[in-house]
């Protein structure tokens, strides 16, 4: 057995075999299936794990497409320390998220097509082949929505979108929620804002209120209530 | 077709795992008597690690949590949605009513919001403040006793306040207020409007040794792989299995109809398994509902015979009439003094950790019913849509919108925290022209005739809305804060959200002592079938401007108290 066949026998028995899944062994790299569905491991119905199977496997974007959609990212956020477009995987979440939302499809295919279009009328080049200044230029075009504007041209909605879809990319990655500074999503015990915050905003806890609210030290213990409905222990 | 009918007869079936179909199979399987809990989605345990999405990240998912899959973002826990593929519903005329279902062992209580509201004594006598609608038969002081021993069973955090509508009950200790809500209370008091701690279906404390207590990760809609919050099945059918009750759960099994004896009597449910999409009987001496309002509603004008010819339990003409939902509608805010927060944990409980029950006098105001405020906002868990439109708010602070480049992570940095928003819940009247039905022309994937809509809100709602909307802003400016978005017209029906949106929709089998202007008793029981209940909020008359959970579990448990009792003097 090649290496493809065995793959497919173990991935097959390992997951079950949707239909999906084995159309896609049969037509994709089988290391690229593999990366992709042991990648996500969160609980999904398996209609649902079925439907991610099949957008994982299909491939929507072409490869020149994809490296635009790279050079577009890069310059809309461009590495510093704290991370890139590479390390918050956001060019894959693109791709996902536009076989996810069929409505994305032609706005996005359509704008690299204008991008090219647009520099090839002005600098006669491609995109990806003008110099960054040439291509700050062209953004300089359409990253500033009017605001009194009802409606914006096209090519100011396609910057529009890419530019939510590589910030949400980046922020919802763990290089992006790092640099947010996003500090929970771990057990933990609320007990209260900080002191030096509650200063810096002028505000206070109110004694009343803080006499009805958990002690810490005591949740652990099981609660008892007297008559009247006052916790007593 | 035919019916394959189980060798096994059971005490009591119940047909619908939520909060009221939870509530009886405790009950009565702790009575000792035999249950079959008859579910039409899959088994789901929260502790499962197979089906767990609490604790993950956005980036364990290939779409970040984006609601492509689960209408409240896929790590959401309700297997359904506002549409569900293979399960329509239709609407009537220029109606639009959102219907949400969650199919799945536990239901709705997987996901929702944990407000956990008592109703008070005016709500159970609305028609009395008013004139409006109709007073429930029962009042406050039947239901309180029942109040009082779901708050012990279940838990749920607040705080004694001695408001007269707002009652007092076995409260856990609340959890300190959140920064936002801090600037909330400030504002909110400013304009007179109360402010107390939430009440919510969340152990911050514990209660029993089989539950954990809260560790605070904001993720409740996860549904708590430690049971800290509640739903049905951690906290109320898994307990009744060890506990030693005698419960079958058929899982993935549509219940299509009831059936009946030549005397009219019910003999058990027929149902759909949905692997071999099979038709299924099952007999048992007491049928009991608790499918949703509209679901059970569904049920039982489907079950048509020669005695009766309009579905059973039908006499009255009112099944699927009165359907009614809370009024809703919602703002955002946006605070400056909110930006460039310091960095903390501050996710807490699943939910508000405070809220202001309705203050005023109706008698005094140009709408009949009132409403209660949930705040939200925060420094939460980014998901998908953090980041999008990054700078949109520069237009306040007088600087550019758009752009690329660096400047885009500290726009998103700045403003992270800084939006926070209000949401009015308020009670709208019942209405008889407010109803689902039948839709003869249109069956699901399962065979069975689905249901169509017919609702249109009146003043009495748009008012009440248009006063949330003005309270809101209000508040928000005395806080300092900026209401985005433009204030909703008349025309938009000053916000309202579509009925069935707050997804506390209620009142198809209403309760009554008139058999000719109601569908059940007292004690949830069909008038004109003995041995059938309704244990979901299908027996509400009003639906106040509280959250209707907590008097769905009170009133299921009252009623299979009344069952039991029954049974015992064989009346049943």
């Known amino acids: 057995m090649d290496r493809r066949e065995s793959f497919k026998t173990m991935l097959l028995g390992s997951l079950g075999a949707s239909l999906a899944l084995q159309g896609c062994v049969d037509t994709t790299p089988p290391e690229v299936v593999e990366e992709a569905l042991w990648k996500y491991t969160y609980g999904r119905t398996p209609k649902e794990q079925e439907f991610d199977e099949k957008l994982l496997c299909e491939e929507f974007f072409e490869e020149d497409e994809l490296q635009q959609i790279e050079t577009l990212a890069n310059l809309i956020l461009p590495p510093t320390e704290a991370g890139s477009i590479a390390d918050a995987n956001v060019v894959p979440f693109i791709e996902f998220m536009a076989k996810d939302v069929p409505e994305f499809q032609t706005k996005i295919k359509g704008g690299l097509v204008w991008l090219d279009i647009y520099c090839n009328a002005k600098y006669k080049l491609t995109f990806r082949s003008c110099t960054e200044a040439q291509q700050k230029e062209v953004l300089d075009l359409i990253a500033w929505p009017d605001p009194e504007a009802k409606e914006h041209p096209h090519e100011v909605q396609f910057f529009s979108l890419m530019r939510n879809l590589v910030l949400t990319g980046y922020f919802t990655s763990e290089v992006g929620i790092k640099e947010l500074g996003y500090k929970g999503n771990e057990p933990n015990n609320w007990d209260g804002v900080p002191q030096d915050v509650l200063d810096a905003h002028g505000l206070s806890y109110d004694p009343e209120w803080l006499a009805k609210c958990v002690d810490p030290n005591t949740r652990g213990e099981i609660a008892q209530w007297d008559e009247e409905g006052n916790l007593i222990s | ?572």
């Open chain 2, 1 to 572: 077709m035919q019916i394959i009918e189980s060798q096994k007869s059971y005490d009591v079936i119940i047909v619908g795992s939520g909060a009221g179909g939870g509530m009886a199979t405790k009950v009565l399987a702790d009575a000792g008597l035999k249950v079959a809990v008859v579910e039409a989605g899959p088994f789901f345990d929260p502790a499962d690690p197979k089906t767990r999405t609490q604790l993950k990240w956005p980036y364990e998912s290939p779409r970040r949590g984006a609601g492509t899959q689960r209408d409240f973002g896929e790590f959401d826990m309700a297997y359904g949605g506002w549409e569900i593929e293979g399960e329509p519903y239709n609407q009537i005329g220029d109606t639009q009513f959102d219907w949400f279902r969650s199919i799945m062992l536990g239901g709705r209580t997987n996901h929702w919001g944990r407000i956990s509201l008592r109703f008070g004594p005016k709500d159970f006598k609305g028609k009395d403040k008013d004139g409006l609608g109709d007073n429930w038969p029962i009042g406050y002081d039947d239901v309180k006793p029942y109040y009082d021993k779901v708050d012990k069973l279940i838990g749920v955090f607040g705080s004694n306040e001695k408001l007269e509508n707002d009652p007092d009950g076995f409260f856990l200790p609340a959890p300190k207020p959140r920064l936002h809500e801090l600037y909330y209370i400030k504002g909110a008091k400013k304009s007179g409007v109360d402010v107390i701690p939430s009440r919510l279906s969340i152990l911050t404390k514990r209660i029993n040794n089989e539950r954990g207590v809260c560790f605070y990760c904001r993720q409740c809609n996860r549904s708590c792989s430690v049971y800290a919050d509640f739903s049905s099945g951690s906290c109320l059918i898994f307990p009744a299995q060890k506990n030693g009750g005698q419960v079958d759960l058929y899982v993935n099994a549509m219940v299509s109809e009831v059936t009946i004896d030549e005397n009219g009597k019910a003999t058990g449910v027929k149902y759909i398994n949905k692997e071999d999409r099979k038709q299924y009987g099952l007999t048992a001496r007491v049928v009991i509902l608790a499918a949703s309002a509209c679901s059970s509603a569904r049920i039982l004008l489907n079950s048509k015979s020669e005695k009766f010819p309009n579905g059973l339990g039908n006499s009255s003409g009112l099944i699927g009439k009165y359907l009614h939902d809370s009024t809703g509608t919602d703002r955002a805010f946006f605070v400056p003094e909110l930006m460039n927060r310091k960095r903390y944990n501050e996710d807490g409980v699943g939910g508000l950790h405070v809220y202001s029950p309705w203050w005023l006098d109706n008698k005094k105001l140009d709408f009949p019913r009132g409403y209660h405020i949930e705040i939200w906002g925060g420094m939460g868990m980014p998901g998908y849509g953090t980041g999008f439109n990054p700078n949109s708010l520069n237009k306040y602070l007088g600087l550019k919108v758009g752009g690329y480049g660096n400047g885009l992570r500290d726009d998103v940095k700045k403003f992270y925290g800084s939006v926070m928003g209000v949401s009015g819940r308020g009670e709208s009247i019942a209405m008889k022209d407010n109803y689902c039905e039948i839709d003869p022309t249109t069956v699901d994937e399962w065979g069975i005739p689905v249901l169509r809509f017919n609702y249109h809100w009146t003043d009495y709602e748009r008012k009440q809305s248009k006063h949330m909307h003005d309270t809101f802003e209000e508040i928000c400016h005395n806080m300092g804060g900026i209401p985005l978005g433009d204030k909703p017209t008349k025309e938009q029906d000053y916000g309202l959200l579509n009925p069935g949106r707050i997804i506390h929709e209620v009142g198809t089998t209403r309760m009554g002592s008139d058999p000719k202007t109601s569908v059940v008793n007292e004690f949830e029981q069909l008038h004109d079938v003995k041995n059938v209940f309704v244990v979901d909020a299908g027996p509400f008359v009003s639906q106040a401007d509280k959250n209707p959970t907590w008097t769905i579990l009170a009133l299921a448990w009252r009623t299979s108290d009344y069952i039991i009792e029954e049974l015992k003097k064989q009346n049943l």
